[in-house]
């Protein structure tokens, strides 16, 4: 068992880990608001305002039944 084998082997590997740890730093710093237009897929997935339909203009009685 080469001791010098293993640590030149663990300095490398930290290298590649601090590396993946920068890139990581850098994509979650460049994350923000974008502005414009969102793009068709992501306008698909986004929740709708207001009320649900088929909940407007129901009568007391029918709100009633619906309750009981």
């Known amino acids: 068992m080469d001791v010098t084998k293993i ?3 663990l300095r490398q590997e930290r290298e590649q880990i601090e590396e993946a740890i920068l890139s ?3 994509l979650a710093r460049g994350r923000g608001r974008r502005r414009g237009r969102p793009p068709a897929w ?16 129901k009568t007391l ?8």
Do not use: H, Y
């Open 61 to 68: 009685a029918a709100t009633k039944a619906a309750v009981a």
């Open 7 to 9: 640590l030149a082997e």
């Open 24 to 26: 990581l730093e850098r």
């Open 42 to 57: 992501m306008a698909a997935v986004t929740k709708k305002r207001g009320r649900p339909p088929g909940s407007k203009n």
